[in-house]
Structures are given as C-alpha cells and as structure tokens.
C-alpha cells in the first residue's frame, strides 16, 4: 500500500485524508503543524468537524514520514518559517520521499518559474486563438467566499456522487493534492503576472482541451480564490481569478462554500444576483462549512475561524429560510443533506441537456 505523509493537515486540505478511500490502494497520513500538537491522536474530524473518519492524527513529523512513499507539503500560516519546509524536504530526500507542493507554498519557496512555464504554454499552442469556444459539455462550478469553507471537501464529494452514478467525470481543483484522484491541476499562468485576456483565453483552450482529451458527460471546476473581498482591509484577490475563469467558460450549476452565520433569504438571493452578473453563472446552491468568522477589532487584516461540527451546522443551517426559497442549502460532511443537493444538481442538468450520458 502506498502511503502519503500530508503536512500540516489542516482545514483547507483535510479532504484529502477523509476521501483516501478513493485513492486505488493508498494510505494518507495527516501530520500535525507544531502549532496543532495538543491535537494529536485525535480524529480527523475534530479538525473538519464531520464525522469520525477513523483517521487519526499525528506530531511527530519525522516518525510519521519514516515509511511514506509521497509527501504532500501545504502552505500554512501557522508555519511562518520556511525553515520547517527545508527540514522536511531534506527528509523527504534523504529518504528518496517524492514531494508535492501546495501552490501558494509553490510560490512562497521561490519554486514557480514564471519564464518557464510562459514558454512551456507557448510551445503548446495556448497563446494561439483569439477567440472563446463554446465548452459543449455540462458544467459544474464551485466557489467559495474564503479559504476555510470546506471547498475541497465539496469538490471530493461532488466527484465521489457522479462517478457513484455512472458518469465520466472530469475535473479541475484548487488544490494540487487533487491530481492525486484523477483531477486536472488548476494552471499556475491563471496567477501569474499576465494580461487579463490572454488568461482568460488560455483557459478556454485549456479546459478545451481537456474535454477533447477525456470526452466527459460532465466537467466539475473547483475555483481557486474568494469570489469578492472580505473588507477593504482583507481584500481576498478581489475575486479576479473567480472572474477569469468564468469569462473563457460557461457554467451550468454554481455551487457557492461560505461560512456558518444566520443568514437570510434576502442575503441569498443578493449572492445569486451576484453570480449572475458578476460570474455570469447564477449560484442557487449554497454549502455551509464547518465553521463561522469570529473576527473582532483585534484581527486587522486576517481571519479568524471559529471550528463548528456538521451536526450543529445542520441543525441550524435553515433557521429563517423558507423551505420554498428555490436554493438548496447543504453541508457535504452530512451525507443526507449532501445526497440532497447532489441529487438535485443531476436532475437540473438532466432537464437542461436532453442526454446526460453514461448515468444509472
């Protein structure tokens, strides 16, 4: 069995432990950051709130990593050293351990060669077409509000769903943990220094090509960034990226990761509103995370997240809100209430395409 150390498991990527059951014969084990040491023996779902998993946590990175034969390392604020990344990548070679890295820790090692993948593309033929094509399969797009909304999670489960039914599922994440289950990477040039167009441009061809390639009956895209600022304070990348990749494709569903807080009706429909006019996808699906922003006047700039359990979120999820509103309201570590939206999603796109291929 292949095992694959993940450092520092947290929120943002614990997914990748709690789905490893859809790796063919692999074993996550999800490390602790120094920070989080208090947390370890625990469940992992003290630390996404779902339930159990029956996945246990660990500290001691050195031990932990002994016999793992992949080492995914993550950006952390909780890490705000590179010194422990250099430990780890010298275990990791010294073991003959191969590494993969978080994007945004990518870039914050100085590892991302802008020139060379600008010229990678090139030769691909990405700077060629002037115009959009129409992406002709059924899409599926997830968006989230901020980094701590179990956007990972939804992305795994959305997948875990169709492929369940019988459907050719392709897919892009957020996450680069997510080529490990068969995705599509998000590419590095939607971050990079380049004029706005010719992203938008390039992604077109290549979710294009990728389409060409798999010849899916859907096309799920995990979205990487906020969709709009927190504050002026937080501006969360503007929600640039979210609007690049809406601009080259057109999505059918729009699946929108926030926080747990008592929200109304009205707050929905505004959000919808805005997916229409902003993300030209209208958003009537709304995944509620794990967890609820406690920030105060002390916490200029960051968030701070308060950790809440499915069961509370699903208790109290639809207080206010009418059950007739028109949006589905979920939270993808409760399985009833996931089925729900799921299944729902599947009969909106079956109605809208007159064949879905390849489903029951």
């Given at each position: 069995?292949?095992?694959?150390?993940?450092?520092?498991?947290?929120?943002?990527?614990?997914?990748?432990?709690?789905?490893?059951?859809?790796?063919?014969?692999?074993?996550?084990?999800?490390?602790?950051?120094?920070?989080?040491?208090?947390?370890?023996?625990?469940?992992?779902?003290?630390?996404?709130?779902?339930?159990?998993?029956?996945?246990?946590?660990?500290?001691?990175?050195?031990?932990?990593?002994?016999?793992c034969?992949?080492?995914?390392?993550?950006?952390?604020?909780?890490?705000?050293?590179?010194?422990i990344?250099?430990?780890?990548?010298?275990?990791?070679?010294?073991?003959?351990?191969?590494?993969i890295?978080?994007?945004?820790?990518?870039?914050?090692?100085?590892?991302?060669?802008?020139?060379?993948?600008?010229?990678?593309?090139?030769?691909?033929?990405?700077?060629?077409?002037?115009?959009?094509?129409?992406?002709?399969?059924?899409?599926?797009?997830?968006?989230?509000?901020?980094?701590e909304?179990?956007?990972?999670?939804?992305?795994?489960?959305?997948?875990?769903?169709?492929?369940?039914?019988?459907?050719?599922?392709?897919?892009?994440?957020?996450?680069?943990?997510?080529?490990?289950?068969?995705?599509?990477?998000m590419?590095?040039?939607?971050f990079?220094?380049?004029?706005?167009?010719?992203?938008?441009?390039?992604?077109?061809?290549?979710?294009?090509?990728?389409?060409?390639?798999?010849?899916?009956?859907?096309?799920?895209?995990?979205?990487p960034?906020?969709?709009?600022?927190?504050?002026?304070?937080?501006?969360?990348?503007?929600?640039?990226?979210?609007?690049?990749?809406?601009?080259?494709?057109?999505?059918?569903?729009?699946?929108?990761?926030?926080?747990?807080?008592?929200?109304?009706?009205?707050?929905?429909?505004?959000?919808?509103?805005?997916?229409?006019?902003?993300?030209?996808?209208?958003?009537n699906?709304?995944?509620?995370?794990?967890?609820?922003?406690?920030?105060?006047?002390?916490?200029?700039?960051?968030?701070?997240?308060?950790?809440?359990?499915?069961?509370?979120?699903?208790?109290?999820?639809?207080?206010?809100?009418?059950?007739?509103?028109?949006?589905?309201?979920?939270?993808?570590?409760?399985?009833?209430?996931?089925?729900?939206?799921?299944?729902?999603?599947?009969e909106?796109?079956?109605?809208?395409?007159?064949v879905?291929?390849?489903?029951?």
């Open positions: 069995m292949k095992k694959i150390a993940l450092f520092p498991v947290q929120k943002s990527n614990a997914a990748l432990a709690r789905h490893c059951d859809m790796l063919e014969n692999c074993q996550v084990i999800p490390i602790l950051a120094p920070a989080h040491a208090s947390m370890q023996g625990k469940d992992l779902s003290a630390l996404d709130g779902g339930n159990p998993a029956g996945i246990v946590m660990r500290a001691d990175l050195a031990e932990a990593i002994e016999d034969d992949l080492l995914y390392l993550d950006d952390s604020r909780f890490l705000p050293n590179d010194e990344y250099e430990e780890c990548r010298k275990l990791a070679e010294n073991r003959d351990i191969e590494v890295y978080g994007r945004t820790l990518f870039e914050r090692l100085g590892l991302y060669d802008e020139e060379e993948e600008r010229i990678e593309w090139k030769a691909a033929g990405f700077y060629e077409s002037e115009q959009l094509v129409f992406i002709d399969v059924p899409i599926i797009s997830v968006f989230t509000m901020g980094n909304n179990d956007q990972g999670n939804v992305e795994l489960s959305l997948r875990r769903f169709f492929l369940n039914k019988g459907y050719r599922v392709s897919q892009i994440g957020t996450q680069e943990y997510s080529t490990l289950f068969g995705f599509q990477a590419p590095h040039f939607l990079a220094d380049m004029d706005g167009k010719r992203k938008r441009l390039m992604f077109n061809q290549y979710v294009r090509q990728i389409v060409k390639e798999e010849k899916p009956d859907l096309l799920i895209i995990g979205v960034e906020a969709v709009m600022k927190y504050n002026n304070q937080i501006p969360a990348g503007m929600g640039d990226v979210p609007c690049i990749v809406q601009d080259a494709v057109q999505s059918d569903i729009g699946v929108l990761c926030t926080c747990y807080q008592p929200y109304t009706e009205e707050y929905f429909k505004e959000l919808s509103l805005f997916g229409r006019y902003r993300l030209s996808c209208e958003i699906y709304f995944h509620i995370s794990n967890s609820m922003i406690i920030n105060d006047e002390d916490y200029h700039g960051r968030l701070e997240h308060l950790p809440l359990d499915s069961a509370f979120v699903v208790t109290h999820m639809h207080d206010g809100i009418c059950s007739q509103c028109g949006f589905e309201i979920f939270n993808s570590f409760d399985e009833a209430s996931a089925q729900s939206a799921f299944q729902r999603m599947e909106d796109l079956t109605e809208n395409y007159e879905l291929q390849g489903g029951d």
